[in-house]
T-cell receptor, first 112, second 115 residues
Framework: QKEVEQNSGPLSVPEGAIASLNCTYSDRGSQSFFWYRQYSGKSPELIMSIYSNGDKEDGRFTAQLNKASQYVSLLIRDSQPSDSATYLCAVRAKTGANNLFFGTGTRLTVIP | GAVVSQHPSWVICKSGTSVKIECRSLDFQATTMFWYRQFPKQSLMLMATSNEGSKATYEQGVEKDKFLINHASLTLSTLTVTSAHPEDSSFYIC???????????FGAGSRLTVL
């Protein structure tokens, strides 16, 4: 079983719509959760981090965490063509460890 | 914010040669840096954890004698791919975090192509 699982997509949404990206993880003891955006040929850049159950909003982005269901999601409101990228879900498994486990990523295309 | 510089951004080499990739934390000290590898259309896979002043910790399946890691100072870690072969062609990315911070910052990555 993979540590972190994501639907590889591709996910296509029209410009202005809401894009919903989902991720599940296997280690119930996981403490920290991150969403990274990766453009083709580039390294990942941090979009959101979330540590507690519930929602966390930052601009057009909302991260949602449900530790009981071992599920974390990212909503992108008013999607823009510039949001087209691969979105990586990452999990830090335990307190004190600094490395991250990554999902395979979901490729998002926002259609103008 | 924390900046991680990685060099070179791309390199092409002949099979059997060695390639060194540098990872520097520009505005902070990093006692620990991480080296990831990403093959096309796949996720980032942790190769090893680089510890300043001590031996690196390698993930299962990563050959420590092939991927030499040196972390001689608090701002520099190097990854040397020894006797590179075409199957080593990949995108290598380093990362580090400020001590006590919960967020990893990534370098820009180094694309290695072995002919």
């Amino acid at each position: 079983q993979k540590e972190v699982e994501q639907n590889s997509g591709p996910l296509s949404v029209p410009e202005g719509a809401i894009a919903s990206l989902n991720c599940t993880y296997s280690d119930r003891g996981s403490q920290s959760f991150f969403w990274y955006r990766q453009y083709s040929g580039k390294s990942p850049e941090l979009i959101m981090s979330i540590y507690s159950n519930g929602d966390k909003e930052d601009g057009r982005f909302t991260a949602q965490l449900n530790k009981a269901s071992q599920y974390v999601s990212l909503l992108i409101r008013d999607s823009q063509p510039s949001d087209s990228a691969t979105y990586l879900c990452a999990v830090r498994a335990k307190t004190g460890a600094n490395n991250l486990f990554f999902g395979t990523g979901t490729r998002l295309t926002v259609i103008p | 914010g924390a900046v991680v510089s990685q060099h070179p951004s791309w390199v092409i080499c002949k099979s059997g040669t060695s390639v060194k990739i540098e990872c520097r934390s520009l505005d902070f000290q990093a006692t620990t840096m991480f080296w990831y590898r990403q093959f096309p259309k796949q996720s980032l896979m942790l190769m090893a954890t680089s510890n300043e002043g001590s031996k690196a910790t390698y993930e299962q399946g990563v050959e420590k004698d092939k991927f030499l890691i040196n972390h001689a100072s608090l701002t520099l870690s190097t990854l040397t791919v020894t006797s590179a072969h075409p199957e080593d062609s990949s995108f290598y990315i380093c990362s580090a975090s400020v001590s006590g911070a919960n967020v990893l910052t990534f370098g820009a990555g180094s694309r290695l192509t072995v002919l």
